[in-house]
């Protein structure tokens, strides 16, 4: 078989249930594992390089509301590899190429590749959808062991942090204007053991006013731009420092986004386990290979030492 990846979840899961080598193109984003970067890149995106916060939202508002798309896809080269298989998302325009757009584009390629799109809004529909791709890809097996390798993660993490306090914590997904973390984040502090205060599961994530997230007074803030790694949301963190430090958190944190918690895969798992650390460190051990950083100078002046 032969699969065309146009999301980096799906890229991310194709790898983890061992079908790697039956990938022929993926996107400009899918940069995990290290193998998916040497493989043909068939999307762009539309919105201009260098732009800050701020200008991104403003630029993706435009095109929504024209109609326009974000990304574009390249048809002469998606019609030159001949997938038997797209494997795509409609849950978020701002994600990956329109699925409309996929879906009339892949009507007129001679092979008609199956279109499988993956829509998941929480996290056992992201579980639930390793199955559902290993049985697009005529490996079912593959998919219930990864269903229930990631699950019994999820579970030790349940186990690891059971009695102990619940943090409030606040899930910034973007910071000018602030967006709280939705869909499946809430569910992850939750598995970790901290209290969401103020996303709700399974509902996508939304804008905040500042006065808001002040108003609900979180203990640990946990920054994770959209897409992000790490060096580059503290240093938006930074950026938007007057605004942060007004939360007067206890424990401020910038994470990688791209790799644990905006791409609905099996690093997601990574995502919880990480954010038992940084809620329990004296209970939970931090996962290897992912990047998180404490940023002191934003939390509340009482938490740091003299």
Do not use: N
């Not at 938007?240 to 958190?249: K, V």
């Amino acid at each position: 078989m032969r699969i065309a990846s146009l999301v980096p979840s799906a890229t991310e899961s194709l790898f983890a249930l061992g079908l790697g080598s039956s990938v022929v193109a993926v996107t400009h984003e899918c940069d995990w594992p290290a193998e998916a970067r040497e493989l043909p890149h068939i999307t762009s995106s539309e919105i201009p390089e260098g732009l800050s916060p701020a200008e991104i939202d403003a630029a993706v508002r435009e095109l929504t509301a024209k109609g326009e798309a974000i990304y574009g896809l390249d048809e002469a080269e998606l019609e030159r590899l001949d997938p038997d298989l797209i494997v795509t998302q409609a849950l978020c325009a701002v994600c990956a190429v329109s699925y409309d757009d996929v879906a009339t584009i892949a009507a007129r390629l001679p092979g008609r590749p199956e279109v499988l799109s993956l829509d998941p809004e929480t996290l056992s529909e992201v579980l639930g959808d390793q199955v559902r791709l290993a049985q697009a890809c005529g490996v079912p097996d593959r998919g219930e062991r990864l269903r229930a390798e990631l699950s019994e993660r999820l579970a030790a993490v349940e186990r690891t942090v059971e009695g102990a306090a619940k943090p409030l914590a606040a899930a910034l997904e973007w910071l000018d204007p602030p967006f709280i973390g939705g869909h499946w984040v809430p569910e992850m502090i939750a598995i970790a053991g901290g209290t969401d205060a103020l996303g709700e599961p399974g509902v996508k994530s939304r804008t905040a006013t500042w006065d808001e997230l002040r108003a609900a007074q979180p203990e640990v803030a946990v920054v994770m731009p959209c897409g992000l790694y790490v060096d580059e949301t503290a240093a938006q963190a930074l950026e938007r420092g007057d605004e942060l430090r007004s939360l007067e958190a206890s424990a401020v944190w910038a994470v990688d986004a791209a790799s644990s918690f905006s791409r609905p895969g099996p690093r997601l798992v990574d995502g919880v386990e990480l954010l038992a650390h940084l809620f329990h460190p004296d209970l939970a051990a931090a996962p290897d290979g992912l990047g998180f950083r404490r940023l002191a100078e934003l939390e509340r002046a009482a938490s740091r030492p003299d």
